[in-house]
């Protein structure tokens, strides 16, 4: 089960290197923000998702 932590405040969209790989904060509409911690190839496969989507709103 996955601990209780404090709700973070409301902040820009951030990433930080930690012992376990990437944290990424995304701020969230109506206050807070969804953090997550990637590992690396977790990372490499969010880059390619996104960078494929930015690519296909390019090509309209």
Same mark, same amino acid.
């Given at each position: 089960?996955?601990?209780?932590?404090?709700?973070?405040?409301?902040?820009? *969209?951030?990433?930080?290197?930690? $012992?376990?790989?990437?944290? *990424?904060? $995304?701020? !969230?509409?109506?206050?807070?923000?969804?953090?997550?911690? !990637?590992?690396? @190839?977790?990372?490499?496969? *969010?880059?390619?998702?996104?960078?494929?989507?930015?690519? @296909?709103?390019?090509?309209?």
């Amino acid at each position: 089960m996955a601990a209780m932590k404090p709700r973070t405040g409301d902040g820009p *969209l951030e990433t930080e290197r930690s $012992i376990h790989g990437t944290v *990424l904060r $995304i701020p !969230l509409e109506g206050g807070g923000r969804m953090v997550l911690e !990637l590992r690396d @190839e977790e990372l490499e496969t *969010l880059f390619d998702v996104v960078q494929q989507a930015v690519a @296909e709103r390019e090509a309209r």
